[in-house]
């Protein structure tokens, strides 16, 4: 949806949509760097604002109901956990889900050149 409307220059609505990224899965938060800087070249500062209510309402709510501020994930240390360590087969499932099948077939059967 963020992309959709991007595309369409609707910049602020992008940015609401983009916020979104990091609430879902932490690691996305990485995409909002980009985007962020694009906005700072727009010298669009409402759509940078924009790109932080999610956290920040996802924080409230955490606060007011006595939890564990979501803002401390990206400030702890955790366990490998299920990720593990190895060589090229063992993350290339994680591969399959971050960039779909096709993606992978993209990377892994690359054309040989002509």
């Given at each position: ?26 690691e996305m938060i990485v995409l909002l760097v980009p ?80």
């Amino acid at each position: 949806a963020g992309t959709w409307q991007l595309a369409r220059g609707n910049r602020r609505w992008a940015a609401v949509f983009f916020a979104m990224l990091p609430v879902t899965r932490h690691e996305m938060i990485v995409l909002l760097v980009p985007f962020g800087l694009y906005m700072l070249l727009r010298r669009d500062l409402i759509a940078m604002l924009l790109l932080g209510w999610a956290e920040g309402l996802w924080n409230l709510a955490s606060l007011v109901a006595g939890l564990r501020l979501p803002l401390l994930r990206f400030f702890e240390k955790l366990p490998v956990g299920n990720y593990g360590t190895g060589d090229f087969i063992h993350y290339f499932n994680r591969w399959m889900e971050l960039f779909s099948v096709g993606g992978v077939a993209l990377v892994v059967l690359k054309p040989s050149p002509s």
